[in-house]
């Protein structure tokens, strides 16, 4: 079946630092992929999306690019900031159907 | 953006009693709801499907009878944890599609449940 695999965390990082976290998946189509993020004490919140090969999705200074080739939608950011502290879900969804979340990574970002 | 509203935000009962808990989409219709449980530093786990008017689809190994699902309209689905034990409490969220979306969803912002 489908499966999202990302890479464990936790994340520690200084402000301003670069970040990526890895993300990569199997799925038997091509499948739309996703990341949300959980801030402390809330819900999931989706980052951003991309729904084919070589997109790229951007929100918050974030970005991911859909790799076919790599099978992978690895989250990016140039300069990380404390409020960016949270857990980063990766997941993917065919249309109409379920999403399949990646465990999560947990980021914390220290001044 | 799209909202996607639960309530209670957290709750605590004790063992044996049933709570439900509603998930609502403020400003558009969803005819397909999703239930997860959240367990402490794992991801989500998808508890079943809730499909507006019709009885909902249950993952692998959930138990339809402790866990009822209701979706009685466009706009509102309801998750009973019924006779819960200590080892319901979790964190439950609830996520809506919109009708005529891409498979984007918007997710309620998660309802803890304690079990004394």
């Known amino acids: 079946g489908d499966s999202v695999t990302q890479m464990e965390g936790p994340v520690t990082l200084s402000e301003e630092a670069f970040l990526t976290i890895n993300c990569t998946y199997t799925?038997?189509?091509?499948?739309?992929l996703f990341w949300y993020v959980q801030y402390p004490g809330e819900g999931l919140q989706l980052l951003l999306k991309?729904?084919?090969?070589?997109d790229k999705g951007s929100n918050k200074g974030f970005e991911a690019t859909y790799r076919k080739e790599t099978t992978s939608f690895h989250l990016e950011k140039g300069s990380v900031q404390v409020s960016d502290s949270a857990v980063y879900f990766c997941?993917?969804?065919?249309?109409?159907?379920?999403?399949?979340f990646g465990t999560g990574t947990r980021l914390t970002i220290i001044p | 953006g799209a909202v996607v509203s639960q309530h209670p935000s957290w709750v605590i009962c004790k063992s044996g009693t049933s709570v439900k808990i509603e998930c609502r989409s403020l400003?558009?219709?969803?005819?397909?709801m999703f239930w997860y449980r959240q367990f402490p530093k794992q991801s989500l786990m998808l508890m079943a499907t809730?499909?507006?008017?019709?009885?909902?689809?249950?993952e692998q190994g959930v138990e339809k009878d402790k866990f009822l699902i209701n979706h009685a309209s466009l706009t509102l689905s309801t998750l009973t944890v019924t006779s819960a034990h200590p080892e319901d409490s979790s964190f439950y969220i609830c996520?809506?599609?919109?009708?005529?979306?891409?498979?984007?969803?918007?997710f309620g912002e998660g309802s803890r449940l304690t079990v004394l």
């Open positions: 799925a038997t189509g091509y499948p739309s």
């Open positions: 991309a729904t084919k090969a070589d």
């Open positions: 996520s809506a599609r919109p009708v005529g979306g891409h498979g984007e969803l918007f």
């Open positions: 997941a993917l969804s065919y249309p109409e159907e379920k999403l399949t």
């Open positions: 809730s499909n507006e008017g019709s009885k909902a689809t249950y």
């Open positions: 400003d558009f219709q969803a005819t397909t």
